[in-house]
């Protein structure tokens, strides 16, 4: 399974991105698709999760703000993300698990930065 990152970029504090996430390959073994964000000297932080069956989770830190969604194929996951503060400032992560194992594998990452 490759993934193709997308939408990342500054934005001013208050303002909204959206992240895409394009997965390509062999996607039926796919389980769940997530987001997760990372900085510098941190643990990676999941954000959101939505799995094959379309059920959804949001890390408590932006329940309310982010929203996770998928396409009607499931190929592709984006992350909403509305009222944007300067602690939202990582690169964001886009994954995917198999049904076969509870790890994720992560793409390259995106950098969103949001300005106070």
């Known amino acids: 399974v490759q993934l193709v990152e997308s939408g990342g970029g500054l934005v001013q504090a208050g303002g909204s991105l959206r992240l895409s996430c394009t997965a390509s390959g062999s996607t039926g073994s796919i389980a769940a698709m997530a987001w997760a964000r990372q900085v510098p000297r941190k643990q990676r932080q999941l954000v959101a999760q939505?799995?094959?069956?379309?059920?959804?989770s949001h890390g408590d830190s932006v329940k309310g703000r982010f929203t996770i969604s998928r396409d009607s194929a499931g190929n592709t996951v984006y992350l909403q993300m509305n009222s944007l503060k300067p602690e939202d400032t990582a690169v964001y992560y886009c994954?995917?698990?198999?049904?076969?194992?509870?790890?994720?594998?992560w793409g390259h990452g995106i950098q969103v930065t949001v300005s106070s």
């Open positions: 994954g995917f698990q198999r049904y076969s194992t509870p790890n994720y594998y």
């Open positions: 939505v799995t094959s069956g379309g059920s959804k």
